[in-house]
């Protein structure tokens, strides 16, 4: 009886998907390697934060579990630094230059794709080279320019700067020049003008890259450090990292580490909890780019 032959792309066909698995399974390693290393130092924080026994020096070698677990330490926290005003503050920052910056950027980006002029693309190269300059070079002259308009120590310093937002117009335009332009001009031929068929008609498509831009500059308000603590002199007026920052306990004999941590733990509730309600708007926009005209 003759013997049966595999054929040789069925043997091949098998190899071929071990391999899949393998690199699939490198892939999953080094993934989760990864997200251990990232997610390590924030379980020690947050369990840290409970630790009494840790109020005078932080232990080493690093410990996992409290020595001695306590809320007395969120207690002294809340008990000797204003941490509800400090968030309340930082709010009303963020949400002022989150919508000053989507403006400018929307706008901006739209008008750049869409509306057809000449200079646009030099215009975008220009914006696009602000970007290049670090922040410490145009930090002293921007402390300048808000001294002798007098508008120091306000959050005017946080709000007029927002309007240059280059980086969101680049993204905004990126995602703009992938919606189809008939919809404007079908808005022009039932008589619509250009901001109604911005608002009415481009805006509500551009979901994804708006709950991007929100991540982005909330983020960057309330990480920002160096500028407020230029800008800003009264202590009622403070965010967040600056009033951690200026946090001495005891007169500054004894910083008190699990306690500082227990107030950083609380101050980063609010950042999850906006990224939390916005991820799966961003994850939205991964399908929307493949859209074409």
Not at 97 to 108: D, E, K, M, R, T
Not at 155 to 161: E, G, S
Not at 165 to 177: C, E, I, L, R
């Amino acid at each position: 009886m003759p013997l049966l032959r595999l054929p040789a792309h069925s043997a091949s066909g098998r190899s071929w998907r071990k391999q899949q698995k393998l690199s699939r399974a490198l892939i999953l390693i080094v993934l989760s390697i990864g997200s251990v290393i990232m997610v390590l130092p924030f379980v020690w924080l947050v369990l840290t934060s409970f630790d009494w026994s840790a109020r005078l020096n932080i232990p080493f070698p690093p410990r996992f579990w409290p020595k001695t677990p306590s809320v007395r330490t969120y207690e002294a926290a809340m008990n000797n630094i204003d941490l509800f005003r400090y968030i309340w503050n930082t709010s009303v920052v963020a949400v002022g230059v989150i919508l000053i910056s989507l403006l400018s950027a929307l706008l901006s980006g739209y008008a750049l794709s869409k509306i057809r002029f000449r200079g646009a693309q030099l215009i975008l190269v220009l914006a696009l080279s602000t970007m290049m300059i670090p922040f410490e070079m145009t930090m002293i002259p921007q402390y300048m320019i808000f001294a002798r308009l007098n508008l120091l120590d306000s959050y005017w310093v946080f709000f007029l700067p927002a309007l240059n937002y280059a980086f969101g117009t680049f993204m905004a335009k990126q995602f703009v020049d992938q919606l189809p332009g008939s919809l404007r001009e079908a808005g022009k031929m039932d008589g619509a003008h250009e901001l109604s068929i911005f608002f009415r008609i481009y805006v509500p498509l551009c979901g994804p890259v708006i709950a991007t831009m929100i991540i982005l500059q909330f983020l960057a308000v309330w990480n920002d450090l160096m500028w407020p603590m230029l800008a800003l002199n009264s202590t009622d007026k403070y965010l967040i990292q600056l009033g951690l920052a200026m946090f001495s306990y005891n007169n500054g004999e004894n910083q008190m580490p699990s306690i500082i941590m227990a107030a950083t733990t609380v101050s980063l509730l609010p950042v999850f909890v906006l990224y939390m309600f916005l991820q799966r708007y961003i994850v939205e926009g991964i399908a929307l780019t493949g859209i074409k005209q």
